[in-house]
């Protein structure tokens, strides 16, 4: 009886034919993994500061009728504030939907009172402040003495100080602007903002007529 040598030859097709698939299955899917690793990993857009251009501030001297002076930037506009306080002022910034508020106290033996003030007021803003900065002011030649606060984060305000010459005169100021606070998007604002404020503040001369007229 003749034997059948067709079933070996049909088994070493089937080898054949499944290392064959085997191997395609892996080319493609080593293909795929090398097109799939190849593309540009997405990330998450990183949070941006708004890039914008603000005037060259250029500064002019003001008089307080309250016996102060200081330089403040042209491009602001000056007003009395209409409020309860003897002497009080607002530098508002349009362009910047912002306001500098101003507001002098005369010294009567209440030197220690004013100064807790002015720092409660600026506490007022650690919940919502990342960071408060504190930075001394010095000026012995005008007796002007003070502290300038940098608030960084949501605050309401984010540059606040105060000055005085110990004896006669107090001088208090803050930042606002008018809109919910949120740092990324006023950052480039409020910078701009804090320099003429340090301005104003490093430029104020307790005037010796406190008769001179606001001008």
């Excluded at 054949?16 to 299955?25: G, Q, S």
């Excluded at 507001?103 to 009567?108: G, K």
């Excluded at 504190?134 to 030649?141: C, G, L, Q, S, T």
């Amino acid at each position: 009886m003749q034997k059948n040598n067709n079933k070996p030859k049909q088994k070493d097709f089937l080898k054949h034919y499944a290392f064959t698939a085997i191997k395609t299955a892996g080319v493609f899917l080593g293909v795929m993994f090398c097109l799939i690793s190849c593309k540009q990993e997405v990330l998450p857009k990183p949070k941006g500061m708004l890039s914008l251009e603000y005037d060259k501030p250029v500064y002019e001297k003001s008089i307080a009728e309250c016996g102060f002076s200081f330089q403040k930037n042209k491009y602001a506009l000056l007003k009395k504030a209409l409020k309860k306080h003897k002497c009080g002022y607002i530098i508002n910034y349009p362009n910047l939907n912002a306001s500098m508020y101003l507001t002098y106290r005369a010294v009567n033996n209440d030197l220690r009172k004013l100064l807790t003030d002015a720092q409660n007021l600026t506490q007022e803003h650690v919940v919502k402040a990342d960071e408060i900065i504190p930075k001394e002011y010095v000026n012995d030649a005008h007796k002007v003495y003070g502290m300038f606060y940098d608030v960084l984060g949501n605050a309401a305000s984010q540059s606040q100080f105060y000055v005085t010459d110990s004896v006669r005169h107090f001088l208090l100021g803050s930042i606002y602007f008018n809109a919910k606070p949120n740092y990324d998007s006023i950052y480039p604002a409020a910078k701009y903002l804090q320099r003429d404020m340090r301005h104003l503040m490093e430029t104020i001369r307790w005037e010796k007529d406190e008769s001179t007229i606001f001008k």
